[in-house]
């Protein structure tokens, strides 16, 4: 079994591992789709879509070395290029609606109950490519979780998994990465921070594959549940 005895903080993605994503928006996805009479595409399949593009995005802004233009902005930009995908009327007015959901986000269901448990053994961190007045109302709002810090990539300037984002994470923390424990459900966030040093979890909820690469998980785990366990 790993040893986590050195691990001094446990690093939280928050989109899509503390919040769910797909749970919270494919509704407003939906209601938006049967108000268009749109029946070519589900709501599940145009969240996919829509979630694939908006990492294309992040991605495009730090090769091009562009900065972080802001999470929003990357989720508006995919969004306007999936409703064209989809011959959906991408006007300033329909891109309004379907962000709406991006408000009410909600966290999976076990993850309150695991962060109590976790709270007495790790400082809690949330490190999120979110512009801070967004992960601030996330955090406040709708997680409503007091984390020991919420550190947000753009103090670095660029969309993870660029190196900067978990070494200077590391620093305003006082901490070697090598005391940092990555937790994400996105694997090329567990991918980014191995490859700085730090520990990773991969929270796998769909049992989706990892890359091919040398920097794997040091634990995979369902949920945070089992991640406590496995902590603990």
Not at 115 to 143: A, I, M, W
Not at 177 to 200: K, P, T
Not at 219 to 224: A, C, G, K, N
């Amino acid at each position: 079994m790993t040893n986590f005895a050195n691990t001094k903080a446990l690093t939280f993605d928050l989109f899509g591992t503390i919040l769910d994503l797909g749970g919270s928006l494919t509704p407003f996805i939906q209601k938006s789709l049967d108000t268009r009479d749109i029946i070519n595409v589900s709501a599940d399949e145009f969240w996919e879509q829509w979630r694939y593009r908006q990492r294309i995005e992040q991605y495009q802004d730090t090769i091009m070395m562009l900065g972080h233009s802001g999470y929003l902005e990357t989720v508006r930009r995919a969004l306007h290029y999936t409703l064209k995908r989809n011959l959906i009327d991408a006007s300033s007015d329909t891109v309004k609606e379907f962000m709406q959901g991006w408000q009410h986000l909600s966290p999976f269901p076990e993850v309150l109950h695991a962060l109590d448990r976790l709270q007495s053994k790790f400082q809690l961190v949330v490190l999120s490519n979110g512009d801070p007045e967004f992960l601030e109302y996330l955090v406040t709002q709708r997680v409503e979780w007091d984390f020991d810090n919420v550190i947000s990539v753009t103090s670095v300037g660029a969309f993870k998994p660029h190196p900067a984002v978990y070494r200077g994470a590391a620093g305003k923390l006082d901490l070697e990465v090598s005391e940092c424990l990555m937790v994400s459900a996105n694997s090329f966030d567990i991918m980014g921070a191995r490859a700085c040093g730090y520990r990773g979890a991969f929270v796998n909820r769909y049992n989706l594959p990892y890359e091919n690469t040398q920097f794997q998980p040091d634990v995979t785990v369902e949920d945070f549940t089992e991640l406590v366990g496995t902590l603990q």
